[in-house]
């Protein structure tokens, strides 16, 4: 019998397959329930292996009843925890709680090294022992922290991941150094270690090297780094682990500190070696000290030091370590865990100078935008020039009451049916006879026959916004503020005379004259192509619409400023889809993109041309918001070109502008047959915009008579030099000698 026992015991182990499928036919559920209901002394836990998998609902009720008892909660979780490390094969299992201390989450151990025959008063951890750690340190905080399952499958890269905790934190080095120090400390077999942090100055500054030129002061004579500073320990941070841990953050430590005194850190930052002392009473070298180095009645007995070296190959730091929790000495194993750590500390160097070097480049574009706001926006004096609240209520404007500046800005601002003679809301309004002041003040009449200075309460403060657009625009022949004010009075006559308002709340026809006025600030007399070949900052920042996304940056700029923003009044969510309007009026400008939107927009107007209720149309559009869009941007790529549908007198003079420019003809041609199409089709669109196709059709009449006339003078021209070329011709061959003739011969005779 034994005999056959040994048999199938060789059988089975070498079959586990069949062993596995017999016992599921043959053992029934029941028996494995019973199992956890009885407390039974496990031998091998191995023998369970598929007991998850069998009948899961009955093993979570046991778990419910147990929690269900009554009695101290501990022990409950205990009989709970047990069958869980069963079911998992687990080990051993641990317990933490959370808790609040002072108002700061930690965990605390509870129950400790759980396993299916532990037990309970062993599991449990006595509160002047227990485990306590913040919230966002270790694996179980960081459970805790994210409530997330976690799961490492291989535990020996446990270091690696405790270790790039570290570039976590971006702050400071000393953030960055704590954290991974402190994650890693229950893996560092030591009872202390401590972290002398380095002076990275490697130059005086000037006014500290006076002293020891005039010779007042020796010069400094001590140890210095491989790369040459003077060894200072600027800070220092002590971790002691023996009873109860304890973290000492000692600023400008002096030189008698128990980790210092022996010389040991100083020796490692001059040489950069690693040193590993594993008999420190033996030793003469260095002058660590025998008795206790403080009142915990620590004493040294053997000691590890490394060098923290970033990527430069500087040493930043000193890691020294004290006393392996065995009371053996450290060894090479000990030696590449805590090199490995040193090295990741090293390397987070580099990532805390990147943050810094980018903090100091954000720094310096704050102060560069400040810089250039005090140069650009208007000033006191400028304001008063268009709200003249001194000389009218003897007081500054923030010290007026909004209405009475409503009623003062009114007062000031030219009417729009008389602006030196010409009207805001014709098409043909032309800006020759009006001043660049007069035309800010235009600006600002716009924005109150919009009606939408005080419904969406603006401050009266509006012209300091205006003025500081127009200060924006660079003095350049075309792309000047007299261009960006022509674009934004296009765009306030398609709303109010060609009423495309209809389709349009008040707050989208206030972003989209206001994104028309910014359209070309800052605008440099290049276009997007000019500045991709020349490979300027402005085409390596942005990829593609260059002059574009700079113009919206510009206007976003004076948006963030809270004296120019002019719709700091408006809700959250308003404001943002104002931001989103500015993005599709300016980029839309761009016509690279006039093509991608051409076909969109002229089937909104085919589906709209044939609709006979004009509700039905307005529906059409508002109602869609890509919609609305797509013919904002076509309104905005009409309003830049719109220069070409003025008046023949106006339009001349703006063309001789734009030829005098390095503009390729090329660029006039294709801005001519995009006008072209876009008036088209807002014509049939709406005939009030027709107007500006009539002036497109008579400039270009006048152009093709212009034309005419060039050509004429040039085949005159022409004709006149061909004509006198056939006379030189002639002339020539009259002097020519005939082909077997005699010539005579100017300097010879025949005889």
Known sequence: VGELLVSVEKYLENNPQFAKEYFDKKLRA????????????????????????????????????ELQKQGRMEESLHKVMQRVALILQADRVGFYINRARNGIPELSSCLFDVTPTSKFE??????????????????????ANSKKALNIPDVSKVLLWSA??????????????HKALYTVRIYLNCERYSVGLLDMTKEKEFYDEWPVKLGDVEPYKGPKTPDGREIIFYKIIDYLLESKEEIKVIPG??????????????????????????????????????????????????????????????????????????GKPFDEHDEQITEALTQFLGWSVLVCDTYDRLNRMEYRKDIAEEMLLYQTMCTKTELQDILNTKEKFDAEPEDCEQKDMYKLLRASCPPADNVNGENLYLFSFSDFPVSELD????????????????????????????YTVRKGYRSITYHNWRHGFNVGHTMFCLLQTGRLRKYYSDLDAFAMV???????????????????KSASPLAKLHGSSI?????????????????????????????????????????????????KKRTMFQN??????????????????????????????????????????????????????????????????????????????????????????????????QWNAQAEVYNAKMKLIEDEKKKLEEDEAKKGTGNQPLSGGDAKSKTCTIC
Request: proline share 4%; net charge negative; hydrophobic share 45%.
């Open 30 to 65: 029941e028996g494995l329930a019973a199992a956890f209901s009885a407390p039974l002394d496990v031998k091998d836990t191995a023998s369970f292996k598929d007991v998850n998998s069998v009948q899961e609902a009955a093993v979570i009720f046991e778990l419910v009843q």
């Open 122 to 143: 062993i599991n449990l951890v006595d509160p002047q022992s227990e485990i306590v750690f913040p919230l966002d340190m270790g694996i179980v905080g960081f459970t």
């Open 164 to 177: 790039s905790k570290v570039f976590e934190e971006l702050t400071d080095i000393e953030r960055q150094f």
């Open 253 to 326: 430590p002096p030189a008698d500190h128990w980790a210092l005194v022996s010389g040991l850190p100083t020796y490692v930052a001059e040489n950069g070696f690693i040193c590993n002392m594993m008999n420190v009473a033996a030793d003469d070298f260095f002058s660590f000290q025998k008795e206790a180095v403080d009142d915990t009645g620590f004493v040294i007995k053997n000691v590890l030091s490394l060098p923290i070296v970033n990527k430069k190959e500087e040493i930043v730091g000193i890691a020294t370590f004290f006393n392996r929790k065995d």
């Open 439 to 466: 035309l800010i003040k235009c600006g600002i009449r716009m924005f109150f026959e919009l009606g939408v200075v005080e419904k969406f309460k603006v401050p009266a403060e509006v012209s300091r916004w205006m």
């Open 514 to 532: 206001a994104a028309a006025f910014c359209h070309d600030i800052d605008h440099r007399g290049t276009n997007n192509l000019y500045q991709t």
């Open 547 to 595: 002059m574009e996304r700079h113009h919206l940056e510009y206007s976003k700029t004076l948006m963030a400023e809270e004296t120019l923003n002019i719709f700091c009044n408006l809700q959250k969510q308003q404001f943002k889809n104002v931001q989103h309007l500015f993005d599709v009026c300016i980029i839309a400008t761009d016509l690279a993109l006039y093509f």
């Open 604 to 701: 909104i107007v085919n589906a709209t041309e044939p609709m006979p209720d004009e509700k039905e149309a307005i529906a059409y559009i508002s109602n869609n918001s890509t919609r609305k869009e797509i013919v904002m941007a076509m309104m905005m790529t009409g309003c830049d070109l719109s220069a070409i549908t003025k008046p023949w007198e106006v339009q001349s003079k703006v063309a001789a502008f734009s030829f005098s420019l390095c503009i390729p003809r090329c660029d006039h041609i294709c801005a001519s047959r995009v006008g072209s199409f876009i008036y088209q089709e807002f014509s049939r669109f709406h005939k009030e915009i027709t107007p500006m196709f009539d002036g497109l059709n008579h400039n270009r009449a």
